[in-house]
């Protein structure tokens, strides 16, 4: 069995063999396996993130029967796929915007004021558009 000794002058790190004073080698299979193993976890590439799935724009003006922008006016919007409701009031300026509307459902919007109402306008999963503009020209209700 071999002994291990320090050279005179030399730090720790530097072990000989007693017969030879030759260093002795440290690590040779386990440096040579960390290298393997860093290698091999550095070549992999990462996971692929999910893509966001496209979404629709639907926005436009709410106008009475003058072609006057209405302010404060209810625009609702009816997922037909889903059945869920969303209203919003519009901007000074008339203006609505829905975003983030699914490209594979369909939906219904109409515009609300003061007791008159927009006819229904239909948003077709069909239509590849992915900003869609709607003016919705309200009607004095029928008594």
Same mark, same amino acid.
């Given at each position: 069995?071999?002994?291990?000794?320090?050279?005179?002058?030399?730090?720790?790190?530097?072990?000989?063999?007693? =017969?030879?004073?030759?260093? &002795?080698?440290?690590?040779?299979?386990?440096? @040579?396996?960390?290298?393997?193993?860093? &290698?091999? &976890?550095? @070549?992999?590439?990462?996971? @692929? $993130?999910? $893509?966001?799935?496209?979404?629709?724009?639907? *926005?436009?003006?709410?106008?009475?029967? *003058?072609?006057?922008?209405?302010?404060?006016?209810?625009? =609702?919007?009816?997922?037909?796929?889903?059945?869920? $409701?969303?209203?919003?009031?519009?901007?000074?300026?008339?203006?609505?915007?829905?975003?983030? &509307?699914?490209?594979?459902?369909?939906?219904?919007?109409?515009?609300?004021?003061?007791?008159?109402?927009?006819?229904?306008?239909?948003?077709?999963?069909?239509?590849?558009?992915?900003?869609?503009?709607?003016?919705?020209?309200?009607?004095?209700?029928?008594?």
């Amino acid at each position: 069995m071999k002994s291990k000794i320090r050279r005179p002058g030399k730090s720790g790190a530097n072990l000989c063999e007693p =017969e030879t004073g030759r260093p &002795l080698r440290r690590g040779g299979i386990g440096l @040579a396996l960390a290298l393997i193993a860093w &290698l091999t &976890l550095a @070549a992999t590439p990462a996971p @692929a $993130k999910k $893509k966001p799935r496209p979404t629709k724009t639907l *926005s436009g003006q709410v106008l009475d029967a *003058s072609n006057h922008a209405v302010a404060g006016a209810d625009v =609702e919007l009816t997922d037909l796929t889903t059945k869920k $409701k969303l209203d919003i009031y519009t901007q000074q300026n008339g203006s609505y915007e829905f975003g983030g &509307l699914s490209f594979d459902h369909n939906y219904r919007v109409q515009a609300h004021y003061q007791g008159q109402s927009s006819p229904s306008r239909m948003v077709s999963s069909w239509d590849p558009r992915a900003e869609l503009v709607m003016n919705l020209y309200l009607r004095p209700s029928k008594k």
